[in-house]
């Protein structure tokens, strides 16, 4: 499996970015595709995913209400939309994809996934 991440850098707070993520080399017939961060000396933690079939999506508390994800399942893609970003959202933020359980509710658990981007950083300054 291969998760191709783009679109970090540095912005200032309140400032706006778009992630993407893009799959291939997967036999996913159904996919729960999502974003993971990192922030140093922190412990990976979930920030939201979404399911290809259905229009679940599950998003931290922590960045809702300001982040969105979205999907183009004809890439493969998702994307993740950052707004009002706040210097603790600073971290490397990595791709992840599984394969979906339609009869679970879209797992947050870092254990739960076991597919890894490279990691894109994003940095906001105050």
């Known amino acids: 499996v291969q998760l191709q991440a783009s679109g970090g850098g540095l912005v200032q707070a309140g400032g706006s970015l778009r992630l993407s993520c893009a799959a291939s080399?997967?036999?996913?017939?159904?996919?729960?595709m999502g974003w993971f961060r990192q922030a140093p000396g922190k412990e990976r933690e979930f920030v939201a995913a979404i399911r290809r079939t259905r229009t679940g999506t599950r998003t931290a508390d922590s960045v809702k209400g300001r982040f969105t994800i979205s999907k183009d399942n004809a890439k493969n893609t998702v994307y993740l939309q950052m707004d009002s970003l706040k210097p603790e959202d600073t971290a490397v933020y990595y791709c992840?994809?599984?394969?979906?359980?339609?009869?679970?509710?879209?797992?947050?658990?870092?254990?739960?996934?076991?597919?890894w981007g490279q990691g894109t950083q994003v940095t906001v300054s105050s």
């Open positions: 992840t994809i599984r394969s979906e359980n339609l009869m679970r509710p879209i797992p947050t658990n870092v254990y739960d996934y076991t597919n």
């Open positions: 080399g997967h036999s996913f017939s159904s996919w729960i």
